[in-house]
């Protein structure tokens, strides 16, 4: 089991920045990859952003140039850097490890901080 614990979110002018955290309870360079997914109401949970084990970040077109996500392998944290945050960019972030064991594939999820960016 990963334990996966947010923190971070709030509520943000456009414009603004926001930076999540998501501590894991064991060493992330065990996990294949971390992400950052969010879900918006009445829409589908989408990927934001992801962190593989060997440090490769990968982004949604959609946050390119504005989100970075980043983290420390000593704190065992992944965060993730929001600027010039839009009122689209409002939902619930969820952190996200991917693990495979033995090939079988684990999905661990964070509860979920609350992002709302208003206009």
């Known amino acids: 089991q990963v334990q996966l614990v947010e923190s971070g979110g709030g509520l943000v002018q456009a414009g603004g920045s926001l930076s999540l955290s998501c501590a894991a309870s064991?060493?992330?360079?065990?996990?294949?990859?971390m992400g950052w997914h969010r879900q918006a109401p009445g829409k589908q949970r989408e990927l934001v952003a992801a962190?593989?084990?060997?440090?490769?970040?990968a982004y949604a077109d959609s946050v390119k140039g504005r989100v970075i996500i980043s983290r420390s392998l000593a704190k065992n944290t992944v965060y993730l850097q929001m600027n010039s945050l839009k009122p689209e960019d409002t939902a619930v972030y969820y952190c996200?490890?991917?693990?495979?064991?033995?090939?079988?594939?684990?999905?661990?999820w964070g509860q979920g901080t609350q992002v709302t960016v208003s206009s």
């Open positions: 996200n490890a991917l693990r495979t064991r033995d090939g079988v594939r684990e999905d661990y």
């Open positions: 064991t060493n992330i360079l065990s996990i294949r990859e």
């Open positions: 962190i593989s084990s060997g440090g490769d970040a």
